[in-house]
């Protein structure tokens, strides 16, 4: 399994970044995908998820209606579009796959992982 994330970079405050992950190597069309992000000395937290239906998204309360994760199952790739960035957004942002039927929030729950994508955003 591979997961390449790519589309980080850096912005200033209120901005806007679309992070994309393709994924390779796994069921793609049938398979949870996530984003997480891990801040300098911080745990690597939830940011959100979407199910391989399309229609089930969960989102991280400091994300949510800023962030929108969508997927593509033809060009077997999950997207996160962020406005509004804030500060307090810098991460190195990761793209996960799961077996799991439903969306979950718990890192453990994803058994694939991509390298990260560094969001710095600027005050």
């Known amino acids: 399994v591979q997961l390449q994330a790519s589309g980080g970079g850096l912005v200033q405050a209120g901005g806007s970044l679309r992070l994309s992950c393709a994924a390779s190597?796994?069921?793609?069309?049938?398979?949870?995908m996530g984003w997480f992000r891990q801040a300098p000395g911080k745990e690597r937290e939830f940011v959100a998820g979407?199910?391989?239906?399309?229609?089930?998204?969960e989102y991280a309360d400091s994300v949510k209606g800023r962030f929108t994760i969508a997927r593509d199952n033809v060009k077997n790739t999950v997207y996160l579009q962020m406005n509004s960035l804030k500060p307090e957004d810098t991460a190195v942002y990761y793209c996960?796959?799961?077996?799991?039927?439903?969306?979950?929030?718990?890192?453990?729950?994803?058994?694939?992982w991509g390298q990260g994508t560094l969001v710095t955003v600027s005050s």
């Open positions: 979407i199910g391989w239906r399309r229609s089930r998204t």
């Open positions: 996960a796959a799961s077996n799991t039927p439903v969306v979950l929030r718990t890192r453990g729950d994803y058994n694939s």
């Open positions: 190597g796994l069921a793609f069309s049938s398979s949870v």
